[in-house]
């Protein structure tokens, strides 16, 4: 199994940032997909995840800003981040699994909201 995020970087607040992960090594169309990360000095927090069926779920602290999608031909799942906090300062790591059970991680990618 392999995760590769991409799409982290440097946003001021209020801006916009597209995570990508590209999943491979594994059925990904039958995978339910999931988003967490980690702010320094902070355990990982779920943050959103995707069934195969399409169906979403996403933590309180992103739910209205905050959009997973996942296109099965291409193995990838995507994290639209909109309104976005200093809060929202952390590594976004893709995992396989739900917001209950996570197998496998992504080497995550780093998302830093500042002016």
């Known amino acids: 199994v392999q995760l590769v995020e991409s799409g982290g970087g440097l946003v001021q607040p209020g801006g916009s940032l597209r995570l990508s992960c590209a999943a491979s090594?594994?059925?990904?169309?039958?995978?339910?997909m999931s988003w967490a990360r980690q702010a320094p000095g902070k355990g990982r927090e779920w943050v959103s995840d995707?069934?195969?069926?399409?169906?979403?779920a996403y933590a309180d602290s992103v739910k209205g800003r905050f959009t997973i999608s996942r296109d099965n031909a291409k193995n990838t799942v995507v994290l639209q981040m909109n309104s976005l906090k200093p809060e929202d300062t952390a590594v976004y790591y893709c995992?396989?699994?739900?917001?209950?059970?996570?197998?496998?991680w992504g080497q995550g990618t780093q998302v830093t909201v500042s002016s």
């Open positions: 090594g594994f059925t990904f169309s039958r995978s339910t």
């Open positions: 995992a396989t699994g739900s917001r209950y059970l996570q197998a496998h």
């Open positions: 995707i069934a195969n069926d399409g169906r979403s």
